[in-house]
């Protein structure tokens, strides 16, 4: 059944969407009916130019609201998200204890340039991120978190070296798609080198998603606001599942 | 300002506990000497430059000298040689001894009282070339005031430093006081310092000495605009700490980011290395008149910020006491902290007050930088930008020094010109409503804030006294800062620190030593 939807404001499909953009355009009048035309281009309605200022010479910034004018069949909508039960520390560590007989091995970091280990830092130390322990705090768990810069050729050999059952991935640095390109070498690496299917492979960081880890070749993508828990928890059914 | 009742006895015993364990730091540094500091006797000696496969020569001379066996001696003697031998200036020498038409063994009846002579000449210009960065800005500052407490210090990013430029010029129209130059992300594993003009980066735009005044002279111009004097930053870490000190100061940088151990940490550069590159970075630093910035605020992003507080004010005492040794008045001494606290935690801001309280009344000289909450920033950024304005209301609060401002679009992306826009026009506005808040307050003789602020005091004593039975080295080994292990002889760069030989031989750092400016 279709299901047209556009964006809320008030009223339902009254399509108010605000938006906020700079021109690079010294401030008056004729930069906001600049601002105003450029939003009609985008095919909205009704555009209101809300604020405009001078931000630098030559630059003016502005805040505008605008109506909408597409719908869209919410109902041929399709995105996937990481499928996985929810677990929390003593339930996961509980499932390795009787399924597995073994600890799990995970080995993370953060590669190619990149020097941000937030990401990783927040799946792996032991303190975690946001009440929710890091793998290191398992158990059940042997957590390797080799920190940033990373080459993908040191973290293979160390997942190889630890008999990893999963390779974390974090990248932070999206400027010029970096993220895009270390996130590809690393599985032509594994491909390369025939071992693609020896590992799970997570792919994490503020930019990506499941969609986007999938079509990169990972088996799980994971964004902004991720707990440790929902990551451990992937992987452990996920093997489960592999050996059933 | 209000003040938190603090002991001070208890404060003078902190102090002289860091200072025992700089002090027994120091006593390492001294018989050691590394790659990166002989490269920065060239640089302070006048050797600039690249060879044809791009290869800075200072890099170049000193790989000549260690595969020539004779670095243990210190470059300056071999160099000033060479200099008498080829008869030409330093430059010149340095490109004929790359393209081996001089090299070190060739003895031309040279004495070594020459060579002595030729040493304090050489080191006596470079002394010079100190003295007049000190002076210029000195004189522009004159010329354009310094903006009150506290300034606001805003980063551009953008890979390329014409663009930077374009969005520094932004910046302070908006209100900007500092502009700091995000270095692309791998540049501290450098082991030289890049050449020439950049417009290629990743996530930050390389350090070279071309691109520091490339900016300096944008920031002199947009600061005359504005009638404020604009101050320029840098990053003096990773492998090249003292080199790039140098290259600041050539072209009248006024902050540096340099931290005694964040290499260590978060770099995974060997300690010694660290150690003994520090402290020649911070000796130029002195000269310089350039103020660094310290790395704690780093510890509280794998660190929980409340439980590992005391690390930070541990570091900030470390940080103090060995830049007292490389002789940096309190004045130049930006020592870093952080806004980090989970802003799910009750009464959070109180925490961040009595922290931010207790690092000013430690150090009440210190321009203390601040950094704004990053950690639990979410791609919300409305919400990122509520953060923020507490943040900015803590720092005014407690008159805080340097206040990195914090951007909206943290957790995005780098920040676009219209985020820092959005960003200053948050700060402008609580540091004007609120400006003397913090004269007109008291913090409650036995409140939570009080209370909090003893509280790390007291355990960063107990934290210091553990760090000086085992000593600075073995407490990194044993993951006492940010919760990171490093071993002693680990790590980036550790190939290239060498003992100095019974006739090492470096005049400038002596100079450098004995004539502190500041005293």
Known sequence: MKQNIKPYGDTINDGIIQLSFTLPVEFGAKAKKAAELYVLKLNFDQVSVAHAEKIADDFTYFVVFAKAKPVLDYSTVVASEVKTVEMDFYQINDLIRKEFNRKISVVGATIGADAHTVGIDAIMNMKGYNQDYGLERYPEMNALNMGAQVTCEDLLKEALDKKADALLVSQTVTQKDAHIRNFTELIELLEAENLRSHFLLLAGGPRVTHDLAIELGYDAGFGPGTVPSRVASFIVTTLLKGRK | ?519
């Open chain 2, 1 to 519: 300002m209000a003040t938190i009742p603090l002991d001070q006895n208890q404060i003078e015993r902190v102090k002289a506990i860091a200072l025992e364990i700089a002090e027994s730091v120091q006593e390492y540094i001294v018989n050691y000497s590394s790659d990166s500091v002989e490269r920065t006797v060239l640089r302070l000696y006048g050797v600039d430059g690249v060879n044809e496969d791009g290869t800075p020569l200072p890099n170049r001379v000193v790989e000549k000298a260690r595969e020539a066996g004779i670095l243990e001696h210190g470059i300056s003697p071999w160099f000033a040689k060479a200099m008498l031998i080829s008869g030409r200036d330093e430059q010149v020498t340095a490109e004929l001894l790359e393209q081996d038409q001089v090299d070190f063994s060739f003895d031309k009846n040279v004495t070594p009282a020459d060579i002595h002579q030729k040493e304090g000449e050489l080191a006596n210009k470079a002394m010079e070339v100190l003295k007049a960065t000190n002076s210029a800005k000195r004189e522009k500052r004159e010329k354009t005031p310094l903006p009150p407490n506290p300034w606001r210090y805003i980063i551009v990013a953008t890979g390329n430093i014409y663009e930077d430029r374009t969005q520094a010029k932004s910046a302070v129209f908006s209100g900007a006081d500092i502009i700091a130059v995000i270095r692309s992300t791998a540049q501290s594993l450098l082991d030289y310092v890049p050449y020439g003009p950049t417009t290629e980066g990743f996530g930050g735009t390389y350090a070279t000495q071309a691109n520091f005044r490339i900016m300096r002279d944008a920031l002199d111009e947009a600061g005359l605009e504005q009638g404020r004097y604009i101050r320029l930053v840098n990053y003096s870490s990773g492998l090249c700490m003292a080199e790039i000190a140098a290259c600041a100061a050539f072209e009248d940088l006024d902050m540096l980011l340099n931290d005694s151990m964040y290499g260590i940490l978060f770099r995974d550069i060997n300690m010694k290395r660290t150690f003994i590159d520090q402290y020649l970075s911070r000796l130029i630093c002195a000269h310089a008149d350039i103020i660094i910035n310290t790395g704690e605020d780093n510890y509280l992003t794998t660190s929980d910020a409340v439980e590992a507080a005391h690390t930070v004010t541990a570091s900030q005492l470390i940080n103090e006491a060995m830049a007292l040794k490389a002789g940096l008045p309190a004045r130049l001494m930006g020592l870093g902290h952080a806004f980090e606290i989970n802003p799910k935690i009750e009464n959070a801001f109180l925490y961040e007050l009595a922290h931010a309280q207790l690092a000013r009344q430690l150090f009440p000289d210190a321009p203390l930088k601040y950094m704004p909450p990053t950690k639990y920033k979410s791609t919300d950024i409305f919400h990122a930008h509520c953060l923020d304005t507490m943040f900015n209301l803590a720092s005014v609060t407690t008159d805080q020094g340097i206040h990195l401002a914090g951007i909206l679009t943290e957790a995005n992306h780098t920040p676009l010109m219209q985020d820092r826009f959005q960003s200053l026009g948050n700060i402008n506005y609580v540091f004007n409503v609120a400006k003397d808040l913090g004269d007109e307050i008291e913090f409650k003789q036995d409140g939570f804030i009080a209370k909090r602020a003893q509280t790390v005091l007291d355990e960063t004593e107990a934290f210091l006294n553990r760090i000086r039975e085992k000593g600075l080295m073995e407490s990194i080994t044993e993951g006492g800062f940010a919760g990171i292990s490093r071993p002693i002889d680990g790590g980036k760069g550790h190939g290239g620190v060498f003992a100095k030989s019974s006739d090492y031989s470096n005049p400038v750092m002596q100079l450098l030593e004995n004539n502190n400016p500041n005293k």
